[in-house]
């Protein structure tokens, strides 16, 4: 055979491919684990700061995150679910599972989840005493471009917002995208999440909070060029701070608090 031909010359180009196709897939499998082991760490470091754990001085996240307990929710009940591995439980995965999730009906889904997780993941920080110092839940919903994903953080009466921020979305750099901005990300600080019957009452306004305004504590500025994101955020709050959500864990922790309260009175 000439080594000008064109069988030569397919066969060489199919071996290169082959070879390529070969190598390509063997560095997916192997860089596999790694990069799991990387998300993993990015989400627990974004967990650790909405726990404000993490400083520039204090950011070993995995000691950090010790520090925090892991609990499965029964998003239903409210209750904790004690026969499921927090470790490996995944609740986004959780609800693309026909039967380990639920249809969202549409009048409900504010989100735009389409299906949510019958059960939930949060976590909590302890104070010293072993109470519930701050809890963060886990949130997600559609912006105008993306899912978004994020962590909103409750103080320990479960209505001051103590953080909250994306660690994953594709909105639009400096518009949407202005959602991972630290003035933004500042503006949710010490914010009321509910109104005095108990629903959520946060609010992303099109422009600037006015510190006037008697509802103030329930408002948070807008982003220019950005009305459609801030919807999405301001949605995908209130459906998970909802009964839909994780208002039933909410409503037994603040009995309980209550109730605890009462008690030492």
């Known amino acids: ?73 029964d998003l239903d009940t409210g209750e904790y679910v004690t026969d499921v591995d927090p470790e490996k439980f995944d609740a986004v995965k959780a ?15 504010i989100a735009r989840i389409r299906r949510r997780a019958k059960l939930g993941l949060i976590y909590i920080k302890p104070d010293a005493q072993g109470e519930i110092e701050r809890i963060i839940l886990p949130v997600y919903g559609k912006g105008l471009w993306s899912t978004m994903y994020g962590f909103i953080t409750l103080d320990k009466d479960f ?29 949710w600080v010490d914010k009321l999440a509910f109104d005095d019957e108990g629903k ?19 408002e948070v500025d807008g982003i220019g060029g950005a009305t459609l994101t801030c919807q999405g955020v301001e949605r995908l709050v209130h459906y998970w701070l909802s009964q839909e959500g994780y208002g ?11 109730e605890e309260g009462d008690n030492n009175g």
């Open 1 to 73: 055979m000439h080594n000008d031909s064109t069988k030569k010359t397919l066969a060489v180009a199919i071996g290169v491919c082959v070879v390529c196709s070969v190598v390509v897939s063997s560095a997916a499998v192997l860089l596999r684990p790694l990069q799991e082991a990387n998300r993993i760490a990015s989400i627990q470091k974004n967990i650790v700061k909405a726990a404000g754990l993490y400083t520039e001085e204090n950011n070993d996240v995995a000691t950090l995150f010790s520090q925090l307990e892991t609990r499965v929710v």
């Open 95 to 109: 609800a693309k599972d026909p039967k380990t999730s639920e249809v969202i009906p549409k009048n409900e889904d």
């Open 159 to 187: 209505d001051t917002i103590k953080s909250f921020g994306f660690y994953q979305h594709g909105e639009t750099p400096g518009l949407g995208g202005e959602i991972d901005a630290q003035w933004w990300k500042d503006s």
């Open 200 to 218: 959520p009452a946060i609010k992303v306004l099109k422009g600037a909070v006015n510190p006037d305004d008697p509802n103030a504590q329930y």
């Open 248 to 258: 039933p864990l909410l409503t037994r922790l603040k009995a309980g608090a209550k």
